[in-house]
């Protein structure tokens, strides 16, 4: 669940934290926790301000410090991030007050759809620290900054996301349940017979049962 590590069930991981832009369903990025795009300052240096009263789900701030602990510990080659690839064009970071400034390699401008990757979205800079490696184990009290919460469950079993009520728009629905089947064709029995809703990974030997129904997409 350690979303920096980037090999995350992202079906669960999108819901519960959010980063600096998102992309619209038409494929604009638009900000998200940040106030606007990225505001140029210099020949390489560009600035992005974060939104104020930024909460995570244990009602304590997010801040640019949060964002910045994020990518060191994402470009760390001792992390080992499989994503750490997608800030290799910024020199350094540092936050300034609720701003990030931002230094790029020279002739490259900064692409906000970068910061639309939930391996660059913030973690609560205090709780890893003090937890080290252990910190995405007790799944109930991991802070995080989207519109649900982890209410319960394991990456063996599945997890129950509620809304985060310290969001500025929480989530509308009551709960979301996820549920890990490991094989794919029992999973899809399990949609036929209303007991999941939604599925991604489909099972080639149930390509033509799958077609015929009207909500395949």
């Known amino acids: 669940l350690d979303w920096t590590m980037g090999e995350v069930p ?3 991981i999108n819901n519960v934290v ?6 619209t369903k038409e494929g604009r990025v638009i900000p998200c926790e940040a106030t606007r795009l990225p505001k140029r300052t210099g020949p390489h240096r560009w600035a992005i301000t974060l939104r104020s009263n930024l909460k995570w789900s244990d009602n304590t701030p997010v801040t640019a410090d949060d ?26 970071f540092r936050a300034i007050g609720n701003t990030i400034e931002i230094t790029t390699s020279k002739g490259i401008p900064l692409d906000p759809a970068v910061f639309t990757h939930w391996a660059t979205f913030p973690v609560k800079t205090e709780y890893v620290q003090t937890l ?6 007790d799944v109930v009290h991991i802070p995080v900054n989207g519109p649900y919460k982890f209410a319960k469950g ?34 899809f029995r399990l949609y ?26």
Do not use: C
């Open 10 to 12: 992202i079906h669960v």
């Open 18 to 23: 959010e980063g600096l832009y998102e992309i």
């Open 67 to 92: 964002y910045v602990f994020a990518w060191h510990r994402l470009r760390d080659p001792a992390f080992a991030s499989s994503y750490s690839y997608l800030i290799k064009d910024i020199v350094s």
């Open 132 to 137: 080290g490696n252990k910190w995405t184990k």
């Open 154 to 187: 394991s990456i063996s079993t599945g997890f129950e996301l509620v809304p985060n009520n310290n969001h500025r728009n929480p989530g509308t629905l009551k709960h979301i349940q996820f549920i890990v089947v490991t094989d794919d064709t029992t999973a």
């Open 192 to 217: 036929e017979l209303g007991k999941i809703h939604f599925m991604t990974d489909l099972s080639g030997i149930d390509r033509k049962k799958i077609l015929q129904h009207r909500d395949f997409y």
